[in-house]
């Protein structure tokens, strides 16, 4: 199965990333409000997630369901550690990085097995008996009452526990991954990925080893996912099982759809826009995909490179002359 379009190119890198960096830097000097500061948060949370599995899905092609579950792997060691055994923050979230990484490798052996449209199957198999394992594992995961009372982390005097603060913390961790993914997108291995999603056969014959690529771009994507999940898991102080399941890969598949597969700002940028939909639809609750689903649907029809996507073909239909000033720097 394979929902990637032929990628686009992403929305202008270099000093726009500066610029937004810098904008969203100076933001809590300006801004008090903690409900702005608790969207702003989520959404660089699950920005995250979503970066990890675009590097799948619009690098490699391949639909990788059981995307929350690492997610919520990576949320549950840092609870466990932190919550349970006492450890630090800063020991616990990048073990749980390479546990995700780990598990990652192990999934990718069994499902790389499969192709296509069975892959998506097996690993969204493999998400539900996360979930179902968080679930009933009582004694460690909390079962049905999860785990209350993740402490937010601290760096010296630096108290991550209020809103601002984390807000920084997840913004530096938003830019890394920024950083990370555009490196590989750049990089010969980032090319080889993208001549798997185009033809493993073909690029079997260009000398690519095609099962090692895809394990190791399962590792990077797991990892992310874990990367993400111990952010959420002290940001939020309570887990549960919820969060592992299903419709939270699907959710972050659907920020994927918006912002554009493929694209280096996609991720961000669906995120940002279905998040802050969300908030202004809080109120129907269960009934908020069905003024989503229009939307989505109409998006893919109309636009099925994302939002990412439409910038990029507005400024190749700019006039020649405008074109070409941008070109030169004018």
């Excluded at 108290?159 to 990089?187: C, E, I, N, Q, W």
Aim: hydrophobic share 55%; with cysteine; glycine share 12%.
């Amino acid at each position: 199965m394979s929902l990637a379009p032929t990628p686009a190119r992403s929305l202008p890198t270099g000093w726009p990333w500066l610029l937004v960096l810098v904008l969203a830097a100076v933001v809590p000097i300006f801004v008090h409000n903690n409900y702005l500061f608790d969207v702003a948060i989520n959404v660089m949370i699950f920005a995250i997630a979503a970066y990890g599995m675009n590097v799948m899905l619009g690098y490699a092609g391949l639909l990788p369901l059981a995307h929350a579950g690492f997610f919520g792997i990576g949320a549950y060691t840092v609870g466990i550690l932190t919550l349970k055994l006492g450890w630090s923050f800063w020991l616990a979230w990048p073990l749980a990085i390479v546990l995700c990484a780990a598990l990652g490798l192990l999934l990718g052996l069994v499902a790389f097995r499969t192709r296509d449209d069975v892959f998506a199957i097996f690993t969204l198999g493999v998400g539900v008996i996360i979930t179902e394992s968080i679930n009933k594992w009582d004694r460690l995961t909390g079962g049905n009452d999860g785990l209350n009372g993740i402490a937010a982390p601290k760096l010296g005097s630096l108290d991550f526990g209020k809103a601002a603060s984390f807000f920084y913390l997840a913004l530096v961790a938003l830019a890394l991954t920024v950083f990370l993914v555009a490196r590989v997108r750049a990089s010969l291995f980032g090319k080889s990925l993208i001549a798997i999603r185009g033809g493993e056969d073909l690029a079997r014959s260009a000398g690519i080893n095609v099962y090692t690529h895809k394990l190791r771009v399962m590792m990077l994507s797991t990892a992310l996912a874990g990367f993400a999940g111990g952010l959420y898991a002290v940001y939020i102080g309570f887990l549960g099982a919820a969060i592992t399941g299903p419709s939270t890969t699907f959710t972050i598949l659907l920020y994927l759809l918006v912002g554009g597969v493929g694209t280096l700002a996609g991720p961000l940028l669906g995120t940002l826009i279905i998040r802050v939909l969300q908030q202004f639809i809080q109120g129907l609750q269960d009934y908020q995909y069905v003024v989503l689903g229009p939307l989505l649907v109409l998006l893919v029809l109309f636009f099925p490179a994302g939002l990412a996507g439409l910038w990029t073909r507005l400024r190749a239909n700019r006039p020649p002359a405008l074109r070409e000033a941008s070109d030169a720097g004018v």
